[in-house]
């Protein structure tokens, strides 16, 4: 059972199994042309997410404990959020949902001294192949997914950006897939040796960031609930992946135990 909550509604209704709210992205009935998707105004859900316990017993039996990063300085870490505009959250329960903690990771992250990117898709004119695969008025969609004007007007207005957070855009699905953006080279200036990566699609950008910026020698956290996908198996089986091959799958309220951590470390050293 899941659970919508319409904020400021003073209401909380479950939805039946089977009955989801609508993904993010664009939305396509029968019969007709895809669309931007539907606003469903305030509406928030969050994911059930799961790392399996066999996947914990395998990682504790090969290296002697459940996560990989067990520490992290804060002035050495980035935290990257993927998508997160308002084509994705308008017609999406689930993006709305992570928000508030997307806003929490980078309030703390910013106080202690570590830096806040937000990533929006580029328009790229569809490919030939992309128009092959995706057919021509979806591909086309896709492309102004990040919406115009500058950078930091395309993000999601509910987001805690700061004048001095970097806002980068990406033209592949990657943020780190080699000449996507410049996101890699700005951190790598700033010597961010771990990343912090939430958004949207998990399953899609997210994910694709993960593996690219973990191959690069990144450490890099996924935020298991800062992250939107359209289903919760879709999501999940993203956490798996990630969780066996790539990197730490954590909830907000350990990442944040581990920036505070972090923080404490350094001003008493």
Known sequence: MGILRGRGSGRVAAYRRGVRPSPPGRRVCAGRLPTVPDDLGDLTADHDWLVEDREYARQEARRGRRHAYESLDPGRTALVVVDVVPFFVRGSAYVRGIVPRVNRVATALRDAGGVVAWVVPAYAPPTAKDREFFGDAVAELYARSGGEGLPRSRLHDGLAVRPEDLVVEKIARSAWFPGSSELPALLAARRIDTLLVAGTVTNVC????????STCGLRVILVADACAAVRDRDHNATLHVVYRSYGDVRPTSEVLD????????????
Request: charged share 35%.
């Open 206 to 213: 997210v994910e694709d960031t993960v593996r690219d910026a």
């Open 258 to 269: 581990l920036v505070e951590a972090g923080r404490r470390q350094v001003a008493s050293s």
